[in-house]
């Protein structure tokens, strides 16, 4: 069983900023495709950004501009820093690391981040 640690949600009102972590073994991040994914309540969930090994980076329009995604080799980690939060990025979001076009796949928990007044 992969683990994928995330850590860092909560709540902030609007405007406001977070920086999640996810955390995985070392034998998975050296080699998967790592992303962040979201689901808000009765939506799907969808892809917020990923970030290869090499460090190419893809945004779902709605983030673009404000969100960004990193990754950290030497620690086995990736952030998913969040400004300008707006109510509508309020979902559960998860960790995600892929490889061979999803033919291997792993999930975190989740964590909620709730932007709210």
């Known amino acids: 069983q992969v683990q994928l640690v995330e850590s860092g949600g909560g709540l902030v009102q609007p405007g406001g900023s977070l920086r999640l972590s996810c955390a995985a073994p070392?034998?998975?991040?050296?080699?998967?495709?790592m992303g962040w994914y979201r689901q808000a309540p009765g939506k799907q969930r969808e892809l917020a950004a990923d970030?290869?090994?090499?460090?190419?980076?893809n945004y779902a329009d709605s983030v673009k501009g404000r969100f960004t995604i990193s990754r950290d080799n030497a620690k086995n980690t990736m952030y998913l820093q969040m400004n300008s939060l707006k109510p509508e990025d309020t979902a559960v979001y998860y960790c995600?690391?892929?490889?061979?076009?999803?033919?291997?796949?792993?999930w975190g928990q989740g964590t909620q981040v709730t932007v709210s007044s």
């Open positions: 995600h690391a892929s490889r061979l076009n999803g033919a291997l796949f792993h």
């Open positions: 970030i290869t090994t090499g460090g190419g980076r």
């Open positions: 070392g034998s998975i991040f050296s080699v998967y495709k």
